[in-house]
């Protein structure tokens, strides 16, 4: 017997901004998919549902020409399927591999980290988000893209601009126009500097994507730096400052992992399960299937909620509290299947064994203010957005 997605109508959006724990948990209960009408989608919350979508890309599709993805960013490989998703995905892979990350990348996010941790180390106190996580995020971003420097501010602004676009359902016409000038910004950008990685191959972005035989297209290079620009800044900026948050609200689990180094990894592995930066993303259903005793009708748009299948407790034991010590197991966070992160190995590398290590050992006693909270906040998109913190300067 399969039943259809039911339907709830009393969720705020606000709500879901301040907290969508509480939701995903009453979802989680509902049904395996459930039309929550103030988000004007059907969303999966269950760890083992989405892991099912993720292994059937044929059935669960990335591509959807509608999306305002494509709208705002042009055709990305990202919502692509198949041998057309593939040949994105391979034509940046040279910047991503392992050795590239840490052998090239890693010496020089040590640079700009060091460089952004020193000029804060005498003040005594800052906002994390502004001090140190936003720009870490949009220099490394930056040179990993292969632009020329410019103010962290711009790329950051740049980026935001996009992802707004890319979530403007209610088509608000000055959240487009801001995003479409951002778009023809980065066409600008890009025009400035792809000679210069035509005739200088180096690990950029931007030369891998020149470089390859054939060369990737100028459409697709436009689209797909913006995807990365929209995917890749403020992830990582959101997995610094929830790592720190975590750490400060639990001050044991903060002194065992300064004993033993070897735990950061795992540290940043349960800040980015307990706080998912990215909390959902789309799939477009290709087929009626049966989910789990749920008929979803073909074309539905579903939302895959892995900030909820993150904190499913038939997954994870206790799974609201932040703990670093849990058993060692998978999460969504990163997404799964074909279009798994591809910047999960740089994004380890820079906020686990780079950036948070650094912090600690050089501010001297880093603690929450009691005078002013952190602030979380989002669903599809999840993170601090304001960190104050002091320290002994
Ligand atoms: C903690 C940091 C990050 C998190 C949590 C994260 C999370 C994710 C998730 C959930 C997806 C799947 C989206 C989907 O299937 O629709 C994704 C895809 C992607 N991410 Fe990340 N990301 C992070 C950092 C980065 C960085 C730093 C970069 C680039 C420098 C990056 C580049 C990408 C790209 C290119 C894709 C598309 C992959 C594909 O379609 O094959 N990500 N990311």
């Known amino acids: 017997m399969t039943s ?26 509902t049904a395996p998919a459930v039309f929550v009408e103030t988000a004007k989608l059907t969303l999966v919350t269950r760890f083992d549902d989405i892991t099912t979508i993720e292994r059937d890309p044929a059935t669960y599709s990335a591509d959807n020409p509608t999306s305002l993805v494509n709208k705002v960013m042009g055709p990305t490989f990202m919502r692509k399927d198949g041998a057309e998703h593939m040949i994105g995905r391979k034509a940046i892979e040279p910047s991503f591999r392992p050795a590239t990350i840490r052998e090239y990348w890693a010496p020089r996010f040590s640079a700009i980290c060091e460089r952004l941790i020193g000029a ?9 988000f502004d001090a140190l996580a936003a720009p870490m995020a949009s220099l490394s971003l930056m040179e990993m893209i292969g632009f020329e420097p410019m103010p962290w501010q711009t790329l950051a602004a740049w980026s935001q601009a996009l992802i707004d676009g890319a979530g403007n359902y209610a088509g608000d016409a000055e959240i487009e126009r801001k995003a479409m000038q951002a778009g023809a910004a980065v066409d600008a950008a890009i025009e400035a500097v792809l000679d210069h990685h035509r005739s200088h191959p180096n690990p950029s972005i931007l030369s891998s994507m020149v470089n390859i035989d054939p060369p990737m297209s100028i459409e697709d290079i436009r689209a797909n730096i913006k995807v990365i620009i929209g995917g890749g800044l403020n992830e990582p900026r959101d997995a610094i400052l929830t790592l720190v948050l975590g750490l400060l609200q639990n ?34 259903v290709t087929r009626s299937v049966d989910l789990s005793g749920v008929t979803l009708p073909q074309d539905l748009q579903i939302g895959l909620c892995v900030g909820a299948a993150n904190r499913d407790g038939k997954r994870f034991a206790d799974p609201d509290s932040f703990d670093v010590s849990r058993p060692k197991q998978s999460h969504l966070a990163f997404g799964a299947g074909p279009h798994f992160c591809a910047g999960t190995w740089v994004s380890r590398l820079t906020v686990g064994k780079i950036v948070a290590p650094m912090l600690f050992e050089r501010l001297r006693n880093l603690r929450l203010r009691d005078d002013a909270p952190p602030v979380v906040r989002g669903w599809v998109f999840r993170g601090p957005v304001s960190l104050p913190v002091r320290w002994d300067a």
Not at 120 to 128: K, P, T
Not at 255 to 282: D, F, N, Q
């Open 4 to 29: 259809t997605v039911p339907v709830v109508t009393d969720i705020s959006y606000q709500d879901l901004l301040d907290d969508p724990y509480p939701i995903f948990r009453r979802l989680r209960e």
């Open 120 to 128: 804060l180390a005498g003040a005594g106190e800052a906002d994390l």
């Open 251 to 284: 001050p044991a689990q903060k002194r065992t992992v300064l004993a033993k180094p070897e735990l950061w990894p795992a540290a940043l592995e349960e800040a980015v399960r307990w706080i998912s930066p990215i909390g959902m993303y789309p799939r477009r």
